[in-house]
């Protein structure tokens, strides 16, 4: 019963990106789901022994916290009613878009990344070798945590490669206009 929670919650965050960033960019998300499907499965089969005790604390804190963030990502994207967060002294406009929301994404990657490095320190300090669980969920967790920060990396340079261009092209069609006469 302990591991349904698990399978509900957990959503944690392959071209090259170097080479095809907007390839990268429109199909990893596709990826993600998968491997966040697997990693769901694999966590409900995992056996309630001494290593996933261990990493239980870690997967709450996770869960808490990603579930949080959807809601504020809910928010922020406009699918959710405006009195579902109520933070008094935030305007609406505040929770709106991806800077406000860059931040819970980032510190969701490092959760990711932390959990994968518990399940390798588990994995190779804890005696829980006998358990292929973790390694496979470590390996899980690095790949959905790098994808997620290559992800991120890749929107912010396309968003201020775009700002700089408008800006370039406004500042041109200013210098350039023809004055009426």
Not at 46 to 51: E, F, I
Not at 64 to 78: E, T
Not at 166 to 175: D, P, Q
Request: net charge positive; with cysteine.
């Amino acid at each position: 019963m302990d591991h349904c929670v698990l399978l509900e919650l957990v959503v944690v965050v392959f071209p090259s990106p170097a080479i095809f960033p907007d390839q990268f960019l429109s199909s990893f998300p596709v990826l993600h789901h998968y491997i966040t499907c697997v990693l769901c499965c694999i966590t409900l089969t995992w056996s309630g022994g001494d290593c996933y005790e261990h990493m239980r604390p870690t997967f709450v804190v996770l869960v808490c916290y990603v579930s949080s963030v959807q809601i504020i990502q809910l928010h922020a994207l406009g699918q959710r009613h405006s009195m579902d967060i109520t933070v008094e002294g935030f305007s609406s406009w505040m929770f709106k878009g991806l800077t406000f929301l860059l931040p819970f994404l980032i510190f969701g990657y490092f959760l990711q990344a932390y959990c994968a490095y518990v399940l390798f320190d588990m994995y190779f300090r804890l005696n829980c070798s006998r358990d292929w669980q973790v390694l496979v969920l470590a390996l899980l967790f690095s790949l959905i945590a790098i994808g997620n920060g290559i992800t991120i990396a890749l929107v912010i340079a396309k968003k201020l490669t775009l700002k700089n261009r408008r800006e370039s092209v406004s500042r041109l069609a200013s210098k350039y206009r023809l004055k009426a006469l």
